[in-house]
């Protein structure tokens, strides 16, 4: 009896056993799965932020500066006047880039030449959220360094000029030093202040501003505190109607 009880036993013994490394085979190749996936998506970001680096500069186009009145950081005209135009933009924004060769000129000789309006540029970095370089925030970062040498607008108009699409590489840190050496920048200030992200402060608060002024994408115009057509770029027309009423109302 003892035998067959030894025999009985074995049977059942044995498939649980079968089982359970069935399971541990399966749970091996699970956990094998995961950490080479991990590993596979660590190597694909790790690419797309070591290359750009490893790069070449590539052709820079240097901008033509445009004459702007009474220029201080990043703005200009003068601070009493009685209309204050706040632009929220995004250096990767087609739209910007449309809106600072086309209309922006428009606005400076129309208005912020004569003394009635004083422009300021916001920064509203948004474009490079969710990708994997931060050429946005990058770039805000160094059109502010410039400013330190009351050179923005210039930076600015380099950055404009140099776009290629959104998150595609334009702005990498290594052209964004480039940009600054083409324009003639005190290199080892823009570069301890780029590295060290000075202006961070000063961005996310335009950031905060944009959020709670009800920005809803770039570029917003605000004029004297109201957003004009939100969800889509302003004409000129536009603007100068707000402009010219708000102009009316102080007098002007």
Not at 131 to 155: I, K, L, T, V
């Given at each position: 009896m003892s035998k067959k009880s030894s025999t009985s036993r074995k049977g059942p013994v044995s498939k649980r056993e079968a089982v359970r490394e069935r399971r541990k085979q399966k749970q091996r190749k699970q956990r094998t799965y995961i950490v080479l996936g991990v590993v596979g998506v660590a190597a694909v970001i790790a690419a797309l932020l070591i290359i750009p680096s490893l790069l070449p500069v590539?052709?820079?186009?240097?901008?033509?500066?445009?004459?702007?009145?009474?220029?201080?950081?990043?703005?200009?005209?003068?601070?009493?006047?009685?209309?204050?135009?706040?632009?929220?933009?995004?250096?990767?924004?087609?739209?910007?880039?449309?809106?600072?060769?086309?209309?922006?000129?428009?606005?400076?000789?129309?208005?912020?030449?004569?003394?009635?309006?004083?422009?300021?540029?916001?920064?509203?970095?948004?474009?490079?959220?969710?990708?994997?370089?931060?050429?946005?925030?990058?770039?805000?970062?160094?059109?502010?360094?410039?400013?330190?040498?009351?050179?923005?607008?210039?930076?600015?108009?380099?950055?404009?000029?140099?776009?290629?699409?959104?998150?595609?590489?334009?702005?990498?840190?290594?052209?964004?030093?480039?940009?600054?050496e083409a324009i003639g920048l005190d290199m080892p200030a823009f570069n301890a202040c780029f590295d060290a992200t000075l202006h961070e402060a000063e961005i996310n608060t335009d950031l905060e501003l944009a959020r709670n002024s009800g920005v809803t994408g770039t570029p917003s115009v605000m004029v004297n505190g109201r957003i004009i057509s939100p969800g889509f770029v302003p004409s000129f027309q536009q603007i100068s109607d707000v402009v010219e009423a708000e102009l009316a109302n102080s007098g002007n």
């Open positions: 590539g052709d820079i186009i240097v901008a033509t500066p445009h004459e702007r009145p009474m220029v201080d950081g990043r703005t200009m005209g003068d601070s009493n006047a009685s209309v204050t135009i706040e632009v929220f933009e995004d250096f990767q924004c087609p739209a910007c880039k449309s809106f600072t060769e086309q209309i922006e000129p428009q606005i400076v000789d129309a208005y912020v030449a004569t003394g009635d309006v004083y422009y300021i540029f916001r920064h509203n970095p948004f474009l490079d959220d969710r990708a994997p370089r931060n050429e946005s925030d990058q770039a805000a970062s160094a059109s502010m360094c410039a400013g330190d040498e009351n050179r923005f607008w210039d930076y600015h108009d380099m950055l404009f000029a140099n776009w290629n699409g959104e998150n595609q590489g334009a702005f990498s840190d290594k052209r964004l030093v480039a940009f600054a």
